[in-house]
Structures are given as C-alpha cells and as structure tokens.
C-alpha cells in the first residue's frame, strides 16, 4: 500500500492545520489507520487512529478534544483535521496502516505502510 501524506505546513499557534492521508490502494479500506508525528530528537509518537475492527477512533491525551482523525474507504483517504496548535505540535506527521487491534492502536510497530512525513511548524 503506498501512502502519501500532505497538507502540512506553518502555522500560528492556535491556528488550524488539516492533513490528508490519500492511499494508491483499494485494500487500504481493510486495514486500520493512524497517524503519528516525530520530533527533532524524539521518538515518533501516536497521535489519532481509527480501528478497523470497530471503527472508533482514538487520540493521545495530548490531542484529544482538539483533533479529528476520520477515513473516507471509498476515496481511500484518512484526514487529521487539529485545531488550537501549538508549538509542542510541532514535528512531521506521518500517516500508517495496519492490523492493530485496539490494544496495539499505538504501537508504531504495528503498522506495515507508512507515508512520507508532512512537516508541521507551529509557531508562538
């Protein structure tokens, strides 16, 4: 499955940024969907995901109430719309499919596709 992820760019804080998942692959609907991000010198990390298995979507407490992941199977996209940035959120944003079930909705690991990261600069 090839991913390609875009949409990313700078930012004021507090400002809106939209990311866009688009997947060349008419499988990628069977799969399970994230979103992670790496800063400079960290390691990547979860951000919003959606479980195939039942179809609800997850956030890491950092994110939560302030993002929206969701997936479109039949245009074979996943978005992660994050409002309220903030520089913390700075970092590339990496899109991923696999076969996690929803304990392992976060784990890195298990994801066997991943998209080039898009960059997201937000500034203070």
């Known amino acids: 499955v090839q991913l390609q992820a875009y949409g990313g760019g700078l930012v004021q804080a507090g400002g809106f940024l939209r990311l866009s998942c688009a997947a060349f692959d008419r499988t990628a609907g069977r799969y399970s969907v994230a979103w992670f991000r790496q800063a400079p010198g960290k390691e990547r990390e979860f951000v919003a995901g959606i479980a195939n298995s039942n179809n609800r979507a997850y956030y890491t407490d950092g994110v939560k109430g302030r993002s929206t992941i969701s997936r479109d199977n039949a245009k074979n996209t996943v978005a992660l719309g994050m409002n309220s940035l903030k520089p913390e959120d700075t970092a590339s944003h990496y899109c991923?499919?696999?076969?996690?079930?929803?304990?392992?909705?976060?784990?890195?690991?298990?994801?066997?596709?991943w998209g080039h990261g898009t960059h997201v600069t937000v500034s203070s």
């Open positions: 991923a499919v696999g076969r996690p079930t929803v304990s392992g909705i976060s784990k890195p690991t298990l994801y066997d596709y």
